[in-house]
């Protein structure tokens, strides 16, 4: 079982930005597919962003050329940049590792963003 630990979220104004990180407790070179994924009060969780070893992404429409993935196989570290951070943002954001079924979560980190 891959332990992830979250941070990096926070209180923003509409407009500005956050990096969220992720460090994980074992060679991510290992795993194939890193990911984000939001929770809203109310809602269902849903994909942010995935990024594989080989470094091809995937973005949910709701944020695509707002948000960058990104990983570093060497630190055991995934990145999530998001710019231009709308109220409808807000979420405890999860980091997981080897997808959404059956993969590893994260404890969450909160990101609420003010208008």
């Known amino acids: 079982q891959v332990q992830l630990v979250e941070s990096g979220g926070g209180l923003v104004q509409s407009g500005g930005s956050l990096r969220l990180s992720c460090a994980a407790s074992?060679?991510?070179?290992?795993?194939?597919?890193m990911g984000w994924y939001r929770q809203a009060p109310g809602n269902q969780r849903e994909l942010v962003a995935t990024?594989?070893?080989?470094?091809?992404?995937v973005y949910a429409d709701s944020v695509k050329g707002r948000t960058t993935i990104s990983r570093n196989n060497f630190r055991n570290m995934v990145y999530l940049q998001m710019n231009s951070l709308k109220p409808e943002d807000t979420a405890v954001y999860y980091c997981?590792?080897?997808?959404?079924?059956?993969?590893?979560w994260g404890q969450g980190t909160q990101v609420t963003v003010s208008s």
């Open positions: 997981n590792a080897n997808g959404a079924d059956h993969g590893s």
């Open positions: 074992v060679n991510i070179f290992t795993i194939n597919v």
């Open positions: 990024i594989t070893r080989g470094g091809s992404t």
